[in-house]
C-alpha cells in the first residue's frame, strides 16, 4: 500500500528535518525526477530522506566537511549535487 505525498505535505514535512523552503522544492524535484527517470516508485521516508541527503549554505560549508573536495565538479564526481536555484545552497547525498 503507497500514499501518494504532494509537494505541499513533503515541503512541510522535510522542514521539521531540516531542510530549507527552496531546498525541500529542489530535493522533491530531483526525486520526483528519479522516479520518473528509473519507473520507480520511492516511499514517502522523511527520516530515511534525511539520512541519505544533507543540506550546505554554500559550497564552503561542504568542504568544511569534506575537506577532499576541492570544487563544485569535484564534488560532482563523489555524490549527487542538487543545487537549489536563486542561492547558493547545495544539497547533497551523503557519502
Request: glycine residues 2%.
Amino acid at each position: 500500500m503507497k500514499d501518494t505525498v504532494t509537494e505541499h505535505t513533503f515541503k512541510d514535512e522535510m522542514i521539521k528535518h531540516g531542510f530549507s523552503y527552496e531546498g525541500t522544492k529542489a530535493l522533491f524535484e530531483y526525486l520526483e525526477q528519479y522516479e520518473q527517470d528509473c519507473d520507480h516508485e520511492l516511499e514517502f521516508d522523511p527520516i530515511a530522506f534525511r539520512c541519505d541527503f544533507n543540506e550546505y549554505e554554500n559550497l564552503k560549508e561542504v568542504q568544511e566537511n569534506y575537506e577532499d573536495i576541492k570544487d563544485l565538479d569535484d564534488l560532482r564526481d563523489h555524490t549527487t549535487v542538487i543545487e537549489i536555484p536563486n542561492t547558493d545552497r547545495l544539497i547533497i547525498q551523503a557519502y
